[in-house]
């Protein structure tokens, strides 16, 4: 296949494995995983993902609801074009004289729905639902990789807070620690040492920690406690289960530890709060 395309279905069970063009990966009603190497990845209503060029992964849908995938791919030599028209000149584009340009890597990791690459997924879906015109989905094609392309300059300067010499040290230290949160919003519930999370970012454990920090504004534990307490909020409000169950479900062995950190985090106890209690 050489040509852009996109995959709107929806399935309860499903599972691909292999590698394929530059990928934005969205879905609705559920969710899916996705395993690249060690690396886990969960996608849902409230995030996409985005996936490399020959990037070999595999998905799952494993779900009682119907999910709704919406994934957008795009071949190798529009993505050409469309970064070598971004850096040439107007001289260049009139004289039809610009070079394709090769090797472009996006940041793969999640992304949480929101900007333009979100307004457009959204609007692509629902056009893709009532049918699109050849022109409609060329012009779609070339607007939401666009898009990416200015994600991933924001991305670019983004790193720019880890301080290392080198700007592709840096960018590739950036890519690793992103591994390791993306892997923490997938197993947040599971008992983790820093030693396993240094071997998804292929980093020292001092090293993982450092630069975590800097880019997040806390340590992995803090990450996960806070994920932790926000998924104990939502099941709280949302569901009937005991409050017991709801600890160990997020991963808290104890209900001492479970009530000290939800009291610290929230400012009351897990039964106060689902009482609606101040």
């Given at each position: 296949m050489?040509q852009?395309f996109?995959i709107?279905?929806?399935?309860k069970q499903?599972?691909w494995?292999?590698?394929?063009?530059?990928?934005?990966?969205?879905?609705?009603g559920?969710?899916?995983?996705?395993q690249v190497?060690?690396r886990?990845?969960k996608?849902?209503?409230?995030n996409f993902?985005i996936?490399?060029?020959c990037t070999n992964y595999?998905?799952t849908?494993?779900s009682?609801e119907?999910t709704e995938?919406?994934?957008?791919?795009?071949?190798?030599?529009?993505v050409?074009?469309v970064v070598?028209d971004?850096?040439?000149?107007?001289e260049?584009?009139?004289d039809?004289?610009v070079?394709?340009?090769?090797?472009?890597?996006?940041?793969e990791r999640?992304?949480?729905?929101?900007?333009?690459v979100?307004?457009?997924?959204k609007?692509g879906?629902?056009?893709?639902?009532?049918?699109?015109e050849?022109?409609e989905?060329?012009e779609?094609y070339?607007e939401?990789?666009?898009?990416i392309?200015e994600?991933?300059?924001?991305?670019?300067?983004?790193?720019?807070?880890?301080?290392?010499?080198?700007?592709?040290?840096?960018?590739?230290?950036?890519?690793r620690?992103?591994?390791?949160?993306d892997?923490?919003?997938?197993n947040y519930?599971?008992?983790?040492?820093l030693?396993?999370?240094?071997?998804?970012?292929l980093?020292?454990?001092?090293?993982?920690l450092?630069?975590?920090?800097?880019?997040?504004?806390?340590s992995?534990?803090?990450?996960?406690?806070?994920?932790r307490i926000q998924?104990?909020?939502r099941?709280?409000?949302?569901?009937?289960k005991?409050?017991?169950?709801?600890?160990?479900?997020?991963?808290?062995?104890?209900m001492?530890?479970?009530s000290?950190?939800?009291?610290?985090l929230?400012?009351?106890?897990?039964?106060a709060?689902?009482?609606?209690?101040?």
């Amino acid at each position: 296949m050489t040509q852009n395309f996109i995959i709107h279905q929806q399935a309860k069970q499903y599972q691909w494995s292999g590698e394929c063009f530059l990928s934005i990966k969205s879905f609705y009603g559920g969710s899916a995983d996705y395993q690249v190497k060690q690396r886990e990845y969960k996608v849902d209503q409230s995030n996409f993902l985005i996936l490399n060029e020959c990037t070999n992964y595999r998905l799952t849908i494993d779900s009682t609801e119907k999910t709704e995938s919406f994934c957008v791919f795009f071949s190798p030599k529009f993505v050409e074009k469309v970064v070598a028209d971004n850096s040439a000149t107007d001289e260049e584009l009139i004289d039809f004289r610009v070079k394709e340009q090769s090797g472009l890597r996006i940041f793969e990791r999640n992304y949480v729905h929101q900007g333009k690459v979100s307004e457009l997924l959204k609007m692509g879906r629902k056009k893709t639902s009532a049918g699109q015109e050849a022109l409609e989905k060329d012009e779609f094609y070339h607007e939401l990789l666009n898009a990416i392309l200015e994600q991933n300059r924001n991305a670019l300067l983004d790193a720019r807070r880890l301080h290392t010499v080198k700007k592709a040290t840096r960018e590739e230290l950036y890519q690793r620690i992103w591994y390791v949160k993306d892997f923490l919003d997938c197993n947040y519930h599971r008992s983790l040492r820093l030693k396993e999370l240094a071997n998804i970012g292929l980093l020292s454990e001092n090293h993982l920690l450092r630069n975590f920090k800097k880019l997040f504004g806390i340590s992995p534990f803090h990450y996960i406690s806070t994920k932790r307490i926000q998924e104990a909020r939502r099941q709280l409000l949302e569901t009937d289960k005991s409050i017991q169950d709801i600890a160990f479900d997020i991963g808290y062995s104890s209900m001492g530890n479970f009530s000290s950190y939800f009291k610290s985090l929230v400012g009351q106890s897990p039964s106060a709060f689902r009482k609606g209690d101040i």
